[in-house]
């Protein structure tokens, strides 16, 4: 077997990523059955008015956090759609939110024909309450505004059924 030498700062390198990955698995997130914080987000409706998740209290929600240049984020609409199609008129909704320029968000919308609600989270106060650290995040929120569960990345089945167990 050949020896292979790695210089200081390659090791420097892989101990500080290291590291700093740990620290941040170690950071307390949100977990099942804690109180969902609540959060105020801006509209992109024509004439919409910004969103709270305590003003959905007696819903599902799903909060999905998501960027239009997340292969997973966009992959998983689909799905997301076809979850609001099926759930919404027994008190479901998605708040899909994104911290990217509003006009990139409205041509992402434009684009496609999700039904579900769209938002910018401009101050990135919502990202900080949920300590969301990749995408897509997505969390589910029973009726009594208390956290169900967590997926990051796409897990369709998995979110599937915090769903339906919270319906």
Known sequence: MKNIRISR???????????????????EGISAGAIAP?????????????K????LKGKVVIVDFWA???????QSFPHMQEMYEKYKDKGFEIVAISDEDEGKINEFIRNNKYRFGFYRDSFRTAYSAYKVSALP?????????????????FSPNELQKMVESAL
């Open 52 to 55: 709270t998740l305590s003003s």
């Open 137 to 153: 995040t997505t969390f589910v929120v029973n009726r009594d505004g208390n956290i169900v569960g967590s997926v990051m990345g």
């Open 9 to 27: 700062g390659v090791q420097f390198a892989a101990f500080f990523l290291g590291t700093t990955l740990l620290a941040g698995c170690a950071e």
């Open 38 to 50: 609540d959060f105020e987000v801006d509209s992109l409706a024509i004439n919409g008015k910004p």
């Open 68 to 74: 239009t240049w997340c292969g997973p984020c966009r």
